[in-house]
């Protein structure tokens, strides 16, 4: 995988680095508010296939260890950028802190602009104000975030700077990409010209998702911390696995509605709900140590509603080594029987709904079954793409029928007849009859259950409508 070319936005709080990155994007990917210290991972986006743009969060002085690792993240964007945005408000004085933004980037030898937002505003400074931060004056450059002012313009002096002889600055300089990792296994000569294959983590807060995502990556992107909350926006990495491109979509924690913080918890929430849309295959993550949660069986319910593959990861299953059983279930031990074993069969009663799901127990810590979640990726993708011919399909119907014949009211009785497959990921069939209005919950499962005995669908879920056609 070529490196394409970095640029980076940095600078203070509330900057509106955030809303440059949408706009740039052409699309909400960082969260924006009014409130300051917003985003907190660095957020990266995809310019036109010609150059990653990484949102940081707001250069200030730490306070702690967890507001350290934010910083240590920002400095990392810096040193990895080919070009630097330093961004400031345009209605507002540069302090000591802005100036010692500037002074910081153009220490770095990158190419370096300065990005006035909010120009829009009558109260906006003029140029001459701003020409002590010791940045070119052709390189500055005002915009708005809000009105998308200046935004070709930049987007033009960053190609003109990034391609100026035709060689991606990444190539130049000789360096690897830091933030697309590559995870290379089995035949490389291996030819898979299928799409992008796009995995979400789902979860609650502090279930291990940043932690997964980072062993996943190979590269600590994500912050990782005991606080709740820590991830806000989707964080992304993409990897090549068997010759395969996968995107590993890394998303905020979720609270019981009722418990989520009105404002940027309410936005991480749609982020989340937006990355299930999005993704192909959902890892909904369950704590070892918290195996009993409803929220997580509503998420597995979104999850199948939207037709998505899932894996139930288990995560920190290390603390299960040495854990007694009665501890963590309330289920007295018995012979040959560990806490892994009592967790299973726990996850097997609260999600019978999902009898095709495979349940891995990983541990990032250990990195124990860490890879072993791209090989069941790879399975499910395939099984999504599972096409099933019409008259294997109506055999299995007829055997079902035989099996089980459909009951119905006194005088009428529901008539399947035939049925087809009109579309994959999901697969999706479609019963033709009479009457099928008729037709029994427990047919219609036993229906599933007869084509998955043939074609076990690993992971995924299929899809049934019931068409009633006239005589």
Not at 47 to 68: M, Q, S
Not at 303 to 311: D, H, M, Q, T, Y
Not at 446 to 451: A, G, T, V
Request: net charge neutral; aromatic share 6%.
């Amino acid at each position: 995988m070529k490196r394409m070319p970095i640029v980076a936005l940095v600078g203070q709080t509330n900057a509106g680095k955030s809303s440059i990155l949408n706009r740039l994007a052409r699309k909400n990917i960082a969260i924006v508010a009014r409130e300051e210290g917003t985003t907190r991972d660095n957020v990266i986006a995809t310019i036109d296939d010609a150059f990653i743009l990484i949102d940081t969060a707001g250069l200030k002085n730490p306070t702690d260890d967890f507001e350290a690792s934010i910083q240590d993240q920002i400095t990392d964007a810096i040193e990895t950028a080919d070009v630097i945005l330093v961004t400031l408000d345009s209605t507002k004085y540069f302090d000591h802190k802005d100036a010692k933004i500037a002074k910081d980037a153009l220490r770095s030898g990158k190419e370096v602009f300065l990005v006035l937002n909010k120009c829009d505003l009558k109260e906006s400074l003029p140029i001459e104000e701003f020409r002590a931060l010791g940045i070119a004056p052709e390189k500055i450059l005002y915009v708005s975030a809000t009105t998308g002012q200046g935004i070709a313009d930049l987007k033009k002096s960053l190609e003109s700077v990034l391609f100026r002889d035709g060689v991606a600055p990444a190539r130049r300089h000789g360096r690897s990409a830091p933030y697309t990792s590559v995870v290379t296994s089995g035949n490389p000569q291996e030819d898979n010209s299928q799409t992008l294959l796009k995995i979400a983590l789902i979860g609650r807060p502090n279930v291990g998702k940043s932690s997964l995502f980072n062993a996943l990556g190979k590269k600590q992107q994500a912050i990782v911390s005991s606080k709740q909350g820590t991830t806000r926006d989707v964080n992304r990495v993409q990897i090549k696995y068997k010759g395969r491109e996968l995107e590993i979509l890394d998303t905020a924690g979720l609270r019981k509605p009722g418990k989520r913080e009105v404002g940027i918890e309410k936005f991480s929430a749609i982020r989340t709900l937006a990355a299930i849309e999005e993704a192909d295959i959902c890892c909904l993550l369950i704590d070892s140590t918290e195996p009993h949660s409803k929220l997580d069986q509503s998420l597995a319910g979104q999850i199948v509603e939207a037709g998505k593959g899932i894996i139930m990861i288990v995560t920190k299953s290390d603390l299960l080594e040495n854990a007694e059983p009665t501890n963590y279930f309330g289920e007295e031990n018995v012979a040959n029987r560990t806490a892994a074993d009592f967790l299973l069969d726990a996850l097997e009663k609260d999600y019978n709904f999902l009898p095709y799901a495979p349940v891995l127990l990983t541990s990032a810590t250990t990195g124990h079954n860490v890879t072993q979640l791209f090989e069941l990726a790879l399975q499910i993708d395939e099984a999504r793409h599972t096409e099933i011919k019409t008259s294997e399909l109506n055999r299995i119907l007829n055997d079902t029928i035989v099996a089980h014949p459909p009951a119905g009211l006194k005088n009428t009785r529901p008539k399947p007849k035939y049925i087809v497959q009109t579309d994959t990921c999901p697969p999706w069939f479609v019963v033709h009859g009479h009457d099928l209005g008729l037709l029994h919950w427990s047919w219609k499962r036993f229906l599933e259950r007869k084509i998955r005995e043939k074609y076990p669908f690993v992971g995924t879920p299929i899809m049934f409508s019931y068409r009633n056609d006239k005589n």
